[in-house]
């Protein structure tokens, strides 16, 4: 059963791409689902990951998770680096951002779902209750993710699409698996390692890649919402956690 919450949690993030899937105004689901990300990692960030970390790290050298997070952070600009713009043959002109964002999206996500499929499994092996209240906040703060990263790859192939989407969406299941593999003997202070790079790859997104493409999208007041509401969602959603 602890699996099954689990691997629930993580298919939220298709009933994001479902939304946009069946959405008609694609452009303005866009605008809506970067925004709603924006403010859903934000709040993220803020009540769940890095008191996480500062938790995990409280009897520690704190220059360690700095570190830690501040690789994450640059490992994700190198990536950045790497992966090439799309060409921008689509209307608008955006679809070469878009995908850039989509996928940068999803490879920072993946390693912070499976760190947080292997604390779902460990609370719910523990607690079925409580597994799933906690796989049920989860769940609230994914579905934007999975409209990002499917509208920014709404013109791709659909063999692309799908593969990535499938990836960021089994990722909290596959942390499932390796939690069971591994059982709840695993320390603490190794869990917080890619808990500190997950944190700095999101700080990189939300700052260097959703947050400039909020601001050149207008009208600027929807954006403003859109992130209000993602930002309210995952405060929730942590509370219910």
Same mark, same amino acid.
């Given at each position: 059963m602890a699996l099954l919450v689990t691997l629930l949690a993580g298919a939220s993030i298709a009933i994001g791409g479902l939304i946009v899937r069946l959405a008609r105004h694609n452009h303005r689901v866009g605008q809506v689902s970067v925004a709603l990300a924006?403010?859903?990692?934000?709040?993220?960030?803020?009540?769940?990951?890095?008191?996480?970390?500062v938790k995990t790290y409280k009897e520690g050298d704190p220059l360690v998770p700095i570190a830690l997070v501040a690789f994450g952070f640059v490992l994700l600009k190198v990536i950045d680096a790497l992966v090439?713009?799309?060409?921008?043959?689509? !209307?608008? #002109?955006?679809?070469?951002? *878009? %995908?850039?964002? +989509?996928?940068?999206t999803a490879f &920072? =996500?993946?390693i912070h779902n499976i760190i947080?499929?292997?604390?779902?499994?460990?609370?719910?092996?523990?607690?079925?209750?409580?597994?799933?209240?906690? !796989?049920? #906040?989860?769940?609230?703060? *994914? %579905?934007?993710? +999975?409209?990002?990263?499917?509208? &920014? =790859?709404?013109?791709?192939?659909?063999?692309?699409?799908?593969s990535v989407l499938s990836l960021v969406t089994f990722s909290t299941f596959i942390g499932g698996l390796v939690m069971m593999a591994v059982s709840t003997a695993l320390p603490e202070l190794m869990l917080g390692v890619p808990l500190c790079v997950a944190a700095g790859m999101i700080i990189y997104i939300a700052a260097m890649e959703l947050l400039p493409r909020m601001l050149r999208t207008k009208p600027v007041q929807v954006s403003a919402i859109a992130a209000a509401c993602g930002f309210i969602l995952v405060t929730l959603s942590v509370a219910l956690g």
């Amino acid at each position: 059963m602890a699996l099954l919450v689990t691997l629930l949690a993580g298919a939220s993030i298709a009933i994001g791409g479902l939304i946009v899937r069946l959405a008609r105004h694609n452009h303005r689901v866009g605008q809506v689902s970067v925004a709603l990300a924006f403010g859903a990692l934000v709040a993220l960030l803020a009540f769940d990951l890095l008191p996480e970390v500062v938790k995990t790290y409280k009897e520690g050298d704190p220059l360690v998770p700095i570190a830690l997070v501040a690789f994450g952070f640059v490992l994700l600009k190198v990536i950045d680096a790497l992966v090439p713009d799309h060409d921008e043959k689509h !209307a608008g #002109g955006h679809e070469g951002n *878009n %995908i850039h964002i +989509g996928l940068m999206t999803a490879f &920072a =996500l993946s390693i912070h779902n499976i760190i947080e499929g292997m604390s779902i499994y460990g609370l719910a092996a523990s607690s079925l209750s409580q597994g799933a209240i906690y !796989a049920l #906040g989860i769940m609230l703060h *994914n %579905i934007p993710m +999975g409209m990002l990263i499917f509208a &920014a =790859l709404e013109h791709e192939h659909p063999l692309l699409k799908h593969s990535v989407l499938s990836l960021v969406t089994f990722s909290t299941f596959i942390g499932g698996l390796v939690m069971m593999a591994v059982s709840t003997a695993l320390p603490e202070l190794m869990l917080g390692v890619p808990l500190c790079v997950a944190a700095g790859m999101i700080i990189y997104i939300a700052a260097m890649e959703l947050l400039p493409r909020m601001l050149r999208t207008k009208p600027v007041q929807v954006s403003a919402i859109a992130a209000a509401c993602g930002f309210i969602l995952v405060t929730l959603s942590v509370a219910l956690g």
